[in-house]
Structures are given as C-alpha cells and as structure tokens.
C-alpha cells in the first residue's frame, strides 16, 4: 500500500444566497446550523420555519454556551437535523474561528453532505466575519490526510456550504489558497518519515514545481561544500544516505522584480533523533514533523501562487534528517558557515538552528526585500507561549506590532520577544565567533533567534516564526487536526493585508 505523491484537492462547492431558507429549501437541506443573538427577539424567530419548535428547544437548553447549544431534528417529512447556537459577538478571529470548527465538526459527525448557515438577527458585518470563519473551517476539515490503514477512517461527507445572506461578499477564492496551503503542510506533516524521506521529499517538491511553474534548483552536498555551508554540511554528514540539500524555488509573476521581494525559509528535518546527543524515547515521538517549518514555506508559496500574487518569491527548504551514526558531528566540534562565521557545537540537538544557518545565508545573500523563517526549532518556544500561539522575532522592532496585528486578524496568534544584543553574552564562545547554543536552556528560543540573526545581512528586514503551535492536540482555530499547519493563513495576512511584500519595506 502506498501513499500518493501530492494530495488530491477535495471539492467543496460554496454557495453565498441572498435570500432566507423556505420551508421546501429546508425540507431538502442535509444539515442547518442556525445562528442566533444571545437573547433572539420574535423578529428573529418568525425569520425561521418551525420557529416554534427551534424557540422552544434553544430555552430548554441545559448550557446554552455548547456549540451547538441544540441539536434537534424538524417535524418535516425529511427531519432535518438542525444545531442552533447563540453568538455573543465581540469575539476576536481566533475565537470564530474554533466557534465555526466546532459548527463544522457537529454538522460532519452528523454525515452531513450539505451544511446551510443562517444567521437571523445578526448583525450584517458579524455576519460576514461568521461566513468566513465556517467556510475556513469546512475546508480545513474536508481537506484529505494521508493514511496507510488497510480499512481508512470515515471521510468527511461534506461537499457542499450554503450560506444565507453572509453580509458582504467574502473571498472564496483566497480562502480557498489558504485551505490549499494550510493541506499540503499538514498532509507534509502527517507522512511517516519512511514515506517522507530526503529524496522523496524533494521528488514531491519537484512535482509542485513542474505543476506551478516555479523554478527550481536544488543545492546537494556537493554544491553546498562548495559554498563553504559546514554548518548544514555539519547536521546532513551523520545521515546514511547522502541526498540531503538546500531546495530554492522561484516564483516570478510577470512584471515583478527579478529579485526577490519575498523570500520564505524553512526548516525541513525530515526526523530528528537528536544526533548524537540522544532523544529519549518519549523525546522522539513526533519528530517526523520536524519539517513543518519547510512545509509552512512550501504552503506558503503554493497559497501566494494560486492568488497571482503580483510579486517576486524566493522559497528556500533546508532539507535533511539528524540522526545518530559513527560520523554524525559532536559536541565541541567547530564548524564554518557559508557566511565564514565560525560556530562551535554545543548540543547535536539544535540542529534546526545549524540548517537554518546556511539556508538564512544564501536566501539573504538573494538580497530580498524581506525573509521570513519558519521552524519548529524549541521546546523553550513552547514553554512560554504553550501549543495555542507561537513565537514571533524580527529585527525591525518597528515590526513587532504589526506581526501582533497579523495575528490577531489571521486567527493565527503569535507573541513576539526580544532580540537585545546582551543576548549575545551566554553564545560567546572561547574558540570560534559564536557557539550554537548552551547547555543551561534558559530562554533557548531568545537566544537560538539571536543565533539566526548572524546569518541574515543587517541591511535585510527579517521575521523568525518559532512554530510553536505546529501541533495542538484537538486542533488549533478552525483546523481539526492535532497537526494544524500553523503559519499560511498568518503569512498571508502578513504578505497580503499588512503589505509586508513591498520591496524594501522595514529597511528604513
């Protein structure tokens, strides 16, 4: 049994209606989530058909805070299934977002293949911010995760949203590139790492490319020694097969720079066991998804390219496994990044932070008028932000707000912290221009940011995303799956809303 290459789009029409549900609509409609004030008036009720019966069930509710706070069926011949649930408003994005997950989830686990929404009595704005959400939602839940189970897990039937009268128009079409990129980092994430090998990795990334027209080239270990890049050179030598390499991907639309306005760097260990300082056991689980940070940049770009964006993408993946073998590198060794920084190893399991090095260095040696890095790349990261937000660095402080912002409107929270230079102290190291890490952890994601920096030129605005929130158990805003793709949906309302792409921004 096999897995294919790339994951098949679900199809998932949507449907925006002007007008209310009638009695005979409703009699056809598989599935009718109805969302109403806390406190619905009469109006609101004679909006509704059986308007009796839905009053009736939503005061007889026990908790009227459960999403859906009633699940009924109608009197009609059909007995349509109906969840009503009561919106409070104010909620921030992030908050309508889980609301509409939780929609989407009672409307799937009921075998719904037609879900219809309305909204009597909400206000017209509130409407298109719910509209949203539950289109976000229903395809990041209909969208397919590979398996290898002989009897698979029941799909979603869902394949068709009706939404009655949602206020303004809403954007299908980049709700629809982010599900698209949001997919392929979590379907990325999700392949077992004999799936997702080095080689197979870059045979996946070679089919986007030929599908996308991006250009592509690939940096082998050879091409990288002769770049000097001992720092990625250094993880990659204790693999036992010598397919690991730097990914560069180059989308130009027509018009746009020939230099890159945006470039996207990831993170790509396709497993880490720690090298030769050990995981343990428990250590190891789930770090096949060390990719994720490459998989986040791969979405990223394929999200940007289905929306045309109007310009250039520089897309670099640092692709390799950490493993544990007689020539894997070692504490205390010392070792050349292609920049010439001279770097002593401290810890052979901060090897995201080595990769990341070399990948920062050619990607801004591109001169791009921005670089954003992703990377599941510290637990530190995690323990101060926990699974629900990730961490957030730059070295524009003018910035800081706006990667808060972009947060917050995505859905998509991040925090930032701080990049002082005084963090450089504990990194002084006696024998080479910096060391790796240390051994002590104290605010590990600080300092491996600091770290990052010295491999990005002063003169380029750099953003670093700790995904910290790359795997939540239960999901994550409107996305159902333990890992949640973390990071499209934000880099897009970073690219796009915040207007981050425009060349030479942050350089003032």
Request: a positive charge.
């Amino acid at each position: 049994m096999s897995i294919d290459l790339l994951p098949a789009e679900p199809r998932l029409d949507i449907h925006t209606l002007g007008t209310r549900l009638t009695r005979a609509e409703l009699a056809r409609a598989g599935y009718v989530s109805i969302v109403v004030p806390q406190n619905p008036s009469r109006a609101v009720w004679r909006a509704l058909p059986d308007a009796a019966q839905l009053a009736r069930a939503l005061r007889d509710a026990p908790d009227g805070s459960v999403v859906p706070a009633v699940a009924t069926r109608l009197a009609n011949s059909s007995r349509t299934p109906v969840g009503i649930t009561t919106y409070k408003g104010g909620e921030s994005t992030f908050e309508r977002l889980s609301f509409a997950r939780k929609l989407i989830a009672h409307a799937i686990a009921a075998g719904a293949k037609q879900f219809s929404l309305l909204m009597p009595g909400i206000a017209a704005e509130a409407r298109r911010q719910i509209g949203e959400a539950v289109v976000a939602a229903a395809l990041a839940a209909v969208y397919p995760a590979p398996t290898l189970k002989r009897e698979p897990a029941v799909t979603p039937r869902l394949r068709a949203l009706y939404l009655h009268d949602p206020g303004d128009s809403l954007p299908i079409d980049r709700l629809r590139a982010e599900a698209a990129g949001n997919g392929l980092a979590r379907w990325l994430g999700v392949l077992p790492p004999n799936t997702l090998t080095m080689s197979s990795y870059r045979a996946r990334v070679d089919a986007l490319a030929r599908r996308h027209k991006w250009e592509l080239d690939f940096l082998d270990e050879r091409a990288l020694a002769k770049r000097n890049a001992g720092a990625f050179l250094a993880v990659a030598q204790g693999n036992a097969t010598r397919d690991a390499g730097i990914v560069h991907l180059r989308y130009r639309p027509r018009g746009a720079s020939t230099r890159p306005q945006v470039a996207l760097v990831g993170k790509g260990i396709c497993f880490d066991t720690g090298g030769t300082n050990l995981k343990t056991a428990r250590g190891m689980q789930h770090m096949h998804e060390d990719m994720l940070g490459s998989a986040v940049a791969l979405g990223t770009l394929l999200a940007l390219t289905r929306l045309r964006a109007p310009f250039s993408v520089d897309c670099w993946l640092a692709i390799t496994e950490n493993r544990l073998s007689p020539s894997a590198y070692k504490p205390q060794d010392v070792v050349t990044a292609s920049n010439g920084t001279t770097i002593e190893v401290v810890h052979t399991d901060a090897e995201g932070r080595m990769a990341l090095a070399d990948t920062l260095a050619l990607a801004s040696g591109e001169k791009p008028g921005i670089v954003i890095d992703y990377a599941t790349l510290t637990g530190a990261c995690v323990n101060a932000v926990t699974e629900r937000y990730s961490g957030a660095f730059t070295n524009r402080s003018a910035l800081e707000p706006v990667l808060v912002r972009a947060g917050r409107t995505s859905g998509e929270r991040v925090w930032p912290f701080p990049l002082d230079s005084d963090f450089d102290e504990p990194l002084e190291s006696h024998i080479a221009d910096i060391k790796q890490c240390v051994i002590e952890n104290e605010g590990d994601h600080i300092l491996a940011a600091r770290f990052l920096s010295r491999f990005v030129g002063d003169d380029t605005p750099w953003i670093h995303i700790d995904l910290a929130s790359a795997r939540k158990k239960g999901g994550l805003g409107h996305v159902p799956t333990d890992v949640t793709g973390f990071g499209v949906r934000y880099s897009l309302a970073l690219l796009l809303d915040e207007r981050l792409a425009q060349d030479g921004h942050g350089r003032r």
